[in-house]
Structures are given as structure tokens and as C-alpha cells.
């Protein structure tokens, strides 16, 4: 069974840089897409992005001039990284592969 | 981008009670469509993929349809446990987008 486990800073100051990384247990990285997906407190959920295994990736339109998702293959991860975060980067970021798996959530907030 | 549209937003009903969620597309998306159950402090669950086919483990009284820009996801006995935010998301589109949500409460 496929298993996301995910970590990174929870506090952040303005304009520093977002930085999760999620890996992936019992099962291979290779052919599937990896994704992250962030819900502000009380809000929906809104797509960040996703990578798949031959390293091509999409961004979401609002973010893309801030956003980077990468993948380490030989580790079995694949990481988010967020720039000039501001107060409206405040939420929950979830892995999650093939939209089947989900990691646990990390609540990033950013305040100064 | 390819925006969806949920309705309503929020509905109550009661144990038994049949509920019907709609999702639109602003341009076809052919049959790419996923559902997804979220529970309070939890992450989505996918309950559905491809409009219509049931992600394993998924209780029958779920059911998808649809296809072009008009999807529904009805749950045909609402149980206790279905008490919970619903999501469709597109992925026709390489920028895979949700919509706002549907949050099903108890009468």
C-alpha cells in the first residue's frame, strides 16, 4: 500500500521561501504524477502543481512565477518550493500521487 | 484554465435521504473527472475517477455521471459517515483544477 509522508517548515516570515518535501513509501515513483494541493483555513482546495516521473511539470497560473516541483527518483520524493511567500500562502499543502494517495497535510503559516 | 462550478455550495440532509451534487465545466472535459470526500482536519479521499468509476473500496451508494461540462455525484442513502465536504476536479486539462466545494450537513 502506497504511503505519503510529508514535512517541512510550519512557520514562515514574509518573503521567505516555502519549502515541503513528501516521500513516497511502497511504491515506485515511476509512472504516476505527483502533485500538491493547499487549503487555506476554512477555504477549498486549489492545485499548486504536479511533476510525473519522466521530471515534466505543471503550475498552476497564479503561481507558477513562484512556484518549483521537483523529484529525487533515487530517494523516492519530490519536493515543493514556494517563493516570497506572503499572508494568502497561509494553508494546509497536501502531497498526493495519482490523487489516490494523500500525505498527511502541513499547515504553513506566514506571518511576521 | 478551466473553471468549475459547483452547486449548492451547502445542503442539509437527514439519514436516508437521497443527495445530488452538480459540477460544471466551462468547456468540455470529456468523461476527466474526479470526486472527492473531505472530512474535517482530514485529506480528500478520491471517491470517484473518470466521472463515473468507483475508486476501490468506495461504498456503492455513491455514483457518478456525466460528461462534456455537466457531472453529478449522488450518494442514494446518505449515511452518518458522508456528513463531510465534496470536491470534483477536472483532469483534462494539464492544470488540473477543483471546484469550490459542496459541503453536505445534517438536518
Known amino acids: 500500500q502506497v504511503r505519503l509522508q510529508q514535512w517541512g517548515a510550519g512557520l514562515l516570515k514574509p518573503s521567505e521561501t516555502l519549502s515541503l518535501t513528501c516521500a513516497v513509501y511502497?511504491?515506485?515513483?515511476?509512472?504516476?504524477?505527483w502533485s500538491w494541493i493547499r487549503q487555506p483555513p476554512g477555504k477549498g482546495l486549489e492545485w499548486i502543481g504536479e511533476?510525473?516521473?519522466?521530471?515534466?511539470?505543471n503550475y498552476s497560473p497564479s503561481l507558477k512565477s513562484r512556484v518549483t516541483i521537483s523529484g529525487d527518483t533515487s530517494k523516492n520524493q519530490f519536493s515543493l518550493k514556494l517563493s516570497s511567500v506572503t499572508a494568502a500562502d497561509t494553508a494546509v499543502y497536501y502531497c498526493?500521487?495519482?490523487?489516490?494517495?494523500w500525505g498527511q497535510g502541513t499547515l504553513v503559516t506566514v506571518s511576521s | 484554465d478551466i473553471q468549475m462550478t459547483q452547486s449548492p455550495s451547502s445542503l442539509s440532509a437527514s439519514v436516508g435521504d437521497r443527495v445530488t451534487i452538480t459540477c460544471r465545466a466551462s468547456?468540455?472535459?470529456?468523461?476527466?473527472l474526479n470526486w472527492y470526500q473531505q472530512k474535517p482536519g482530514k485529506a480528500p479521499k478520491l471517491l470517484m475517477y473518470?466521472?463515473?468509476s468507483l475508486q476501490s473500496g468506495v461504498p456503492s451508494r455513491f455514483r457518478g455521471s456525466g460528461s462534456g461540462t455537466d457531472f453529478t455525484l449522488t450518494i442514494s442513502s446518505l449515511q452518518p459517515e458522508d456528513f463531510a465536504t465534496y470536491y470534483c476536479?477536472?483532469?483534462?486539462?494539464?492544470?488540473?483544477?477543483f471546484g469550490g466545494g459542496t459541503k453536505v450537513e445534517i438536518k
Open positions: 498526493a500521487g495519482d490523487y489516490q494517495y
Open positions: 511502497g511504491g515506485s515513483f515511476s509512472g504516476h504524477y
Open positions: 511533476i510525473n516521473h519522466r521530471g515534466s511539470t
Open positions: 468547456q468540455s472535459i470529456s468523461s476527466d
Open positions: 473518470a466521472a463515473s
Open positions: 476536479q477536472q483532469s483534462y486539462s494539464t492544470l488540473r483544477t
